[in-house]
């Protein structure tokens, strides 16, 4: 579901649709052909496809909202300012936090049964059973050209102007796999992540199993080994394990991309992992002015821990269990599942241990996105 999304500063105290107060200089959305101010709750019931509830909170009279649109020529003079970046009581915190609730998650099952999926056909998401129909970040308007210096967090320090890492030698021709999106103006190529960057993840061990840490090493290095994206393993985490998360936490993980929460947890606190289904993962995407600037930013990967321990005590157990992170790696970084048997990405568990000659040849790809550093 594509909606075309207007960012605005509010003018007068007001409230937004669904009832919450907006503050003059605050930002809101405005959905192109709709007169209602949005606030980050409407939206994200908006890009959810749920219902939005006729008030959250018992409503008083308001002055009718007004806004302050903002021409290209006042966008770039206010960024030129230096101290504007720093100034996080309104405007770029609030932007934040619209584009986190917005902002895509494409969560995809693992190894074990046939869970919901879903297929991207020319770029397009299409659902099957509680999937969203959309995967990438929001679509904005009112950006000027290319700059996003108002909806993304700055460019961290351990960004590059190159590519960190380079994929693999191209070693076969297959074309076994699937990409989560592509991106039809640019010829078609994958949303991937911005390879300047490494892929920062914090670990949840609520559910860990024994040995946990090496089998997140080792299937991080095939990924790595096959794309050249690579991977940061920066610290545990107390989040709570979940498939609905936001890009950017500025609470908890300041003013940047969140890190990938790879959470070891049950299906108490992820019902997705109920049955035979050993793992579920997927990628955030920025939103973006340009179809060009859909990259994957932030994600997670959550793993049944105690499904886990009992593939562990296996003959195979190691292999089989190091196999199903590495097909939820393979998510995060944006393969869907494999419409064949034979690879690593298929949607059931066949005892595949490693990455088939398409699986490669997807992930190689995804390895060749640009940068976004600038």
């Known amino acids: 579901m594509h909606v075309q999304v207007e960012m605005v500063r509010v003018g007068l105290t007001s409230r937004c649709a669904c009832g919450e107060s907006l503050l003059p200089g605050e930002r809101a959305g405005l959905v192109v052909g709709e007169p209602e101010l949005l606030c980050l709750w409407c939206l994200a019931d908006l890009q959810a496809g749920r219902r939005r509830p006729r008030r959250r909170r018992i409503e008083t009279p308001w002055p009718a909202p007004t806004v302050v649109r903002e ?27 619209v584009l986190v609730v917005v902002g895509a998650f494409f969560a995809r099952p693992a190894l074990f049964g046939t869970p919901s999926s879903s297929v991207v056909v020319a770029g397009v998401p299409i659902p099957v059973g509680d999937q969203p129909g959309w995967v990438n970040g ?10 996003t210096r108002d909806i993304w967090p700055p460019v961290p320090p351990d960004a590059r102007s190159r590519p960190i890492g380079a994929p693999g030698p191209r070693l076969s021709w297959s074309n076994d796999y699937v990409f989560m999106s592509t991106i039809p103006e640019a010829g078609g190529r994958p949303v991937s992540w911005d390879p300047c960057r490494p892929i920062h993840l914090v670990v949840n061990n609520a559910e860990a199993p024994a040995g946990a840490d090496l089998l ?19 610290a545990t985490s107390t989040e709570t394990p979940s498939t609905h998360r936001a890009p950017v936490d500025n609470a908890r993980y300041g003013n940047r991309w969140s890190p990938v929460l790879v959470g070891w947890t049950d299906p108490s606190v992820v019902p997705e992992l109920e049955g035979r289904v050993a793992g579920v993962a997927g ?21 049944d821990g105690p499904a886990f321990r009992e593939i562990l005590t296996r003959p195979d157990g190691w292999a089989a269990a190091r196999a199903i992170v590495m097909h939820e790696l393979g998510h995060l970084v944006g393969l869907d599942h494999a419409p064949v048997q034979g690879e690593l990405m298929y949607e059931k568990n066949l005892g595949q241990l490693a990455f088939g000659p398409g699986d490669l040849e997807g992930l190689r790809q995804l390895g060749l996105g640009p940068c976004f550093t600038s």
């Open 216 to 234: 997140l090493r080792e299937a991080a290095a095939s990924v790595t080994k096959a794309t050249g994206l690579q991977f940061v393993i920066e």
């Open 71 to 97: 021409t290209a020529g006042r966008r770039s003079g206010r960024r030129a300012a230096p101290n504007r970046r720093q100034r996080g009581a309104t405007a770029v915190p609030l932007v934040v936090a």
């Open 138 to 147: 929001t679509p904005l308007t009112g950006g000027a050209g290319g700059d």
């Open 283 to 303: 990628p955030t995407g920025a939103s973006y002015y340009t179809p060009t600037q859909q990259h994957w930013v932030s994600g997670t990967v959550n793993l």
